[in-house]
Every structure is written in C-alpha cells, then in structure tokens.
C-alpha cells in the first residue's frame, strides 16, 4: 500500500453529465487514458476528447438493452486488483487486465423517474446495476483507487490531483469510499422502499432510512449534545424545502420548533394564521381576515412566553405584519413567502433567521414520522387527519351556536399539534389559554386558565378572556373533574374524543353546567 497513487486510467459512466466535459478535459491534461460508455462516450467524442468505449476495451458489446455492458473481468479486475500483491498483478498480467486508478460514476436518476409518476416497468429499468457494482468494488479497492459519485466531488478531485501531480492520497481516497457506499446504500433504500410501496407493504420486515447531511450544529438540544441536520427523501414541503434568505445559523432546537410551527399553522387553509411556538408548543394561534389581525390575536394569548419564540405564517409575509413581528424579540419567521416591504421591516433584525417554503403543505398529505428508541424505532404515519364537521356528534342537550362550532373545530385543530394532555380554550378564531403536556388532564385545564388570568391582569382587562371561550381536550375527559375546570374557566361549549368509560357521567355533568359538548371520535396524543 502506498499513500499517494498516480491516475494512469479513469473510466466515466455517468447519467448526471453535469461538468463532465470539462473534467474530462483536465484527466487528459494529465495523460489520463479515458474508459467511457455510451452516452458518457458520445459527449466526450463530441467535445475532441479521446476516449475508448468499454465494449471495445472489453471485446464484449453492450447488449440485453444496455443492462449488460460494464459487467466484465477486465473492468472489475481493473478496480480491484490490489497493486502490492504478486498473485493479484500475476492474474492481471496473464488475463491482461489493466489497473483503473480513477472511476466516475454517478447512478441512473431512480428517483426522479419515480418522482415522474413513472409506470412499474419504467421504474425496473432505471434500477442501476452496473454502476453500483463498480462503485463499491472501487470503494472496497480504495488502496488503489478513487471513486467519484457527485458531479459536486470534481472540483475537490481535480485541487487534489493538482497537489499530488496528477494523484490522489490515501486520505482522499478513504473520503471518497466513504462518500460512495454511503452513495449505494441511499440508493439502495429508495428501490427498497419503493418496491414496499409497488407491494402494498406499508410497514415492510427490514427499514431501511437514507437521508443527506444539510448542515452540522453547534450542539443539540443541549450545549454537550453534538447534531445534525439531515434531509430525507420526501415530497413534503416544509422545513427540509425552505430556504434561510437571512439570520443566524438555524440550532437543533430552532429547526424543531419551527417545524413544529409550520406544521400547525398548515393545517388552516381557508385564512390567513399564524401560529408562535416556544419549545415545539404554541402560545398563541389565531385566524384573522388578513395576517396582521391574526398576529395581533395569537401575541394576545400569552405575550410573555411569545418572547423569543417562532412565527409561522401561511401566507406570504407581508410589510405591515414583518414591522410587528419585528418589534417582538422572536427566533426565527417561517412563511411561503414574503413581499418587499416585509423584506424591508426583517433586514434591520439582522440575527432573525427567515426562512422562505414558497409553498404550503397538504395538512392531509400521507407521510411516515419516525422517532428513535434505545436500540430501534417507532415508525407510524403522520397525524394527517382533518375534522370534517359532518362527523361531529353533539351528546349534549344544548347544540353549540354556529360562533361556538367554529370555535370548537380550530381550538381541536390546535390542540392537535400540542404536547399531550393538552387542553385549549378558545375564542373568536384565537386561543386565548393552552394547556400543555401534563400528566393530568385536570391541570392541563387549570395551566391554560391561569395563563389566561395572568394576560387579564397584566392588560387590566375585566375578564379572562377564557370567559365566553370554547374549550378543546385532545382526549377523552376520563372523569367529569377535567369537564368541571374548564366550566369554572368560563368555557360554555367542549370538544372531545368522546370514549370513555364515563361518557355518561361527563355528559350529564355537561347538562347540568349548561355546557354544549360534541364528539369527535378521534383522539389527537401528541408526545
């Protein structure tokens, strides 16, 4: 083994022929004898660059519609034959076989044909089999060998190659293998879990997970925890398809909460929301006809805790909303998009990350979500239902007004994207007191009322604005204690799962308050 090794032959077959021209250029610069096929082979041609096509150099042509063509001795042995093993340089000798110092691959785009809405067969074909036969026996030989997979590795090739005088390290080389089994293994996962797809097999024996690094973190949650950021394969727009177009660099806790935020305030498509988000909870949401009524709404349900929080719009930011938020110490803004004024009242706040989607998602849209356990994961699809009203069931003798239904229908919406047991009272399309995330139902009620107390005395208002609101349980109340709370809090209508052992017990206690309540049949847990 030695650690700088010479590029005498590189063979090229690539889809993505981004660049290629050019590197192609600098190897024969280099007295690099140039392998290609087909494609590859024709551009080079093209552009004056000597190249020898692999069915000439193999003396087999490519055949069965191009599936066979690098499969063959003379190209494996080439990548891996080790060059300090006298057996090895014997066999290549007596076979000829010549050394490959130098493979360019990168892999027929499955991905896109599947994004395409591709049928099955066309699907198969764009299955790569040569390709990732030859990067892993180059990876594997990586001694001897460089293998490149991204048109994005050139540059970094060629700065190598030119301090090394037309070679590579073995320092190098070791990165790139690294970089190419990481490369197949993705690959590899996208068939896997398309073909569980084409099968029906929504959960499937073996989970196979591929995602590609977007940014390290300076820690995670804590200053002693390192992160990362990875992003996955998905359609899904949201916090892997935005762009930061200004701030700081974005923390793990940053792109936790605002994912959160932007999930939430998706799920309202019909006006204009915005939701505020501290520690993956919202303190305020609100619905307004325009997004400046509803900030105002949503900053009004707990002012304090909106302190550095993050703003999700789902709406294009406008002038008039940004110079609001601005006056606000918050984290980071996330929105489809923004106009200039916007644009304008956002660039004083120099530290305030703002990250554009230029779209939003279908709050109904099918997706997995998975979170790791010791030694595992728990997988299970995305919480992607949407309260139809027809479903709604009111148990009670007195029917929630039409004011108190709308209520109803955005305070469960909320309650969905909040930390269980989680109560939320609402009012006039904002919350106006949440109750997050604790162990009883009971004080989840009293936590989002006194928040709301708080508000009234700090603004000297006459009542909590809990007082005429509508409350929502993410699930059923298991006694009618939790029912009570929010009826002392001034709720006069509930929203609920309904399901419990002791419906009756907690309808009749509805009556006697006087209290509308419907039935959802649908719990929203959120841990």
Avoid at 170 to 185: E, N, P, Q
Avoid at 233 to 251: F, T
Avoid at 382 to 409: G, H, S
Avoid at 421 to 429: E, S
Wanted: proline share 4%; hydrophobic share 45%; charged share 25%.
């Amino acid at each position: 083994m030695t650690d700088s090794h010479t590029i005498t032959r590189a063979l090229i077959s690539v889809s993505d022929k981004a660049g290629l021209v050019e590197l192609a250029k600098q190897l024969a610069g280099y007295g690099v004898e140039i392998l290609s096929t087909g494609g590859s082979a024709e551009k080079l041609r093209q552009a004056g660059i000597k190249v020898i096509e692999v069915g000439d150099y193999t003396g087999f042509p490519e055949m069965m519609d191009g599936r066979v063509k690098t499969l063959h001795p003379r190209i494996h042995g080439g990548l891996l034959q080790r060059h300090d093993r006298e057996e090895h340089q014997k066999a290549a000798h007596e076979h000829n076989i010549p050394p490959i110092d130098l493979l360019i691959v990168n892999l027929y785009p499955f991905r896109a044909t599947v994004a395409k809405g591709a049928d099955f067969e066309t699907c198969i074909e764009n299955i790569d089999i040569g390709g990732p036969a030859m990067v892993r026996a180059a990876a594997k030989n990586h001694d001897f060998v460089a293998v490149v997979t991204d048109p994005a590795q050139y540059d970094e090739l060629l700065a190598e190659m030119k301090t090394r005088n037309g070679g590579t390290s073995l320092s190098f080389r070791k990165k790139l293998a690294a970089a190419a089994y990481a490369h197949t293994a993705s690959y590899d996962s996208a068939v896997s879990a398309w073909f569980a797809r084409q099968l029906g097999e929504e959960y499937p024996d073996t989970l196979t997970l591929a995602a590609t690094k977007r940014q390290s973190l300076r820690y995670g949650e804590n200053p002693h925890q390192s992160a990362a950021f990875y992003v996955a394969d998905s359609s899904r727009i949201g916090l892997a398809s935005a762009i930061q177009i200004q701030g700081k660099e974005l923390s793990y806790n940053n792109l936790n909460d605002t994912d959160a935020a932007f999930e939430l305030v998706s799920e309202f498509t019909d006006q204009p929301a915005i939701a505020i988000i501290k520690h993956a909870n919202p303190c305020g949401v609100a619905v307004g006809k325009d997004l400046i009524s509803a900030y105002r709404l949503a900053l009004a349900c707990d002012p304090v805790s909106a302190f550095g929080g993050i703003i999700a719009c789902n709406r294009p930011l406008d002038g008039e909303t940004a110079k609001a938020i601005a006056e606000l110490f918050a984290e980071v803004i996330i929105a489809p998009d923004l106009d200039n004024d916007a644009r304008d009242a956002l660039a004083a706040k120099k530290n305030l990350r703002v990250l554009l989607t230029r779209a939003m998602p279908d709050p109904k849209g099918a997706d997995k979500v998975v979170k790791s356990v010791a030694g595992g994961f728990l997988v299970q699809t995305r919480d992607n239902v949407v309260l139809d009203r027809a479903q709604l069931k009111c148990v009670t003798k007195r029917q929630p007004t039409e004011a108190e239904m709308r209520d109803l229908i955005f305070a469960f919406t909320v309650g969905k994207h909040v930390k269980s047991n989680t109560i939320v009272y609402a009012k006039d399309g904002a919350t106006v007191g949440i109750g997050a995330g604790q162990m009883s139902r009971v004080d989840s009620a009293r936590i989002a009322a006194r928040k709301a107390e708080d508000v009234a005395a700090a603004e000297k208002l006459a009542a909590p604005r809990t007082r005429g609101s509508v409350a929502a349980s993410d699930a059923f109340f298991p006694f009618a204690d939790g029912l009570l709370t929010v009826a002392e809090a001034g709720a006069s209508a509930v929203i609920q799962p309904g399901g419990s052992m002791r419906d009756a017990e907690v309808i009749e206690a509805a009556d006697k308050a006087g209290l509308a309540m419907v039935f959802t049949g649908i719990r929203h847990f959120r841990h």
